[in-house]
Every structure is written in C-alpha cells, then in structure tokens.
C-alpha cells in the first residue's frame, strides 16, 4: 500500500481494520497511545503512516471503523446469504452457524463495539445511528425467519420479539467462553448453537 492511497480508501481497508482490532483486543481499547497504534498498524501492513493519521485522526474514529467495518460485514452477509423460500428451521440453522463464524472472525471487534456504543451514542450521535440501525436491521431479519417458523408451526412461541432479542444475546455469548483449543471446532460449536436456539429458545420439536 502506498502514500497516494485516500483517507476514505483506508477506512474500508481489511488489512488495516483487521490490525487495529487485534491491538484493540491485546491492549485493551486504551492501552495502547494512538502514536504507537499508529506506527504498529504501518509496520504490519506496509500502510503509509501519514495516510494512518489523515484517515484516523484519533483513538476513537479508528475504534469506529473497526466497529463499522465488522458489523457491516457481519450484517449485510446474513442478508445476502438467506434464501426465503427455504423452510425457517433451514434458514435459522444458517444463520446460526453463519453467525457463529463470522463472531469469532470479529470476535475483538464486537468486544470493542460493547464498549464503543455508549460513548458513540453520549457524544456521536449520528455515528451510533449508523450502527445501531444495522444492529435493528438484523434483529428484524432474525424475527421475520422465526415469524416465518410460527406461521408453520415449526416455532413455537408467542412473542416474536422477545425470542429474536433471546437469540441474538444467545449468539454472542460464545466470546465470553469459546476456546478453539479446548477439542471443539467451530463446526461443533455451530451445531450446539443450532440446537440451543431451534430447540430450546424456538421450542421447535425435535
């Protein structure tokens, strides 16, 4: 990567955002001056350090972006990867294993992104619209698919809402245990999310 790339390039760069989480997640959302950051981020990704600090200037644009960044992807794939017309107990399978993927991929971005929120919404406002309309975009999809289930007796609860709500606290919950070392794989952990939601928080009969 070189000087002549823009600010905006690299606000959407992988490779940058990519770093900046993994710093994020080993030094805490603080722990680290944003000169070091800075220069960490150039090092590991060949990126010019004056286009680093036109791009982000301070600590909190580049915890924003990689906030940004990662909910985007996370969102805007479960919507492109559904297929409607698939039974709901199918389609919420997928997305649970889609999601349990792609949470672990942006693990230290969705950490961040706890913290992150209630500074965004106290002092940037517009910024916490941004980000919560995309986390209300997906809790609908979420509902919709298990509407879709109810409709056809697969699902069986009464309040649509409030079991969407149950899912999504249910599917971030694996970044306050999962450890890949421990025997199971992300595979495997897919399949016992599965089960959790469809069978317990859904009550779809087995």
């Known amino acids: 990567m070189t000087a002549d790339v823009s600010p905006h390039a690299l606000r959407t760069t992988a490779p940058v955002l990519d770093c900046a989480a993994r710093l994020f997640a080993e030094h805490g959302a603080r722990g680290m001056a944003m000169s070091d950051l800075t220069h960490r981020i150039a090092t590991e990704t060949g990126t010019d350090a004056a286009c680093l600090r036109r791009a982000f200037p301070t600590r909190f644009d580049l915890s924003y972006a990689v906030v940004l960044r990662a909910t985007r992807e996370r969102v805007n794939g479960q919507l492109a990867a559904d297929s409607p017309a698939r039974p709901p107990t199918e389609r919420m399978s997928d997305l649970v294993r889609r ?91 897919g399949g016992v999310y599965v089960d959790l939601v469809i069978h317990h928080h859904l009550r779809c009969p087995r």
């Open 99 to 189: 999601h349990v993927r792609s949470g672990w991929r942006h693990r230290a971005a969705i950490a961040l992104s706890q913290e992150l929120l209630p500074t965004l919404r106290a002092i940037h406002p517009a910024r916490h619209r941004e980000i919560s309309s995309l986390h209300r975009l997906y809790r609908e999809h979420v509902r919709e698919i298990i509407v879709a289930g109810v409709t056809v007796d697969q699902f069986r609860i009464r309040d649509s809402g409030k079991a969407a709500d149950t899912v999504l606290e249910t599917f971030d919950s694996l970044l306050h245990w999962y450890a890949p070392g421990a025997g199971l794989s992300l595979n495997d952990l």
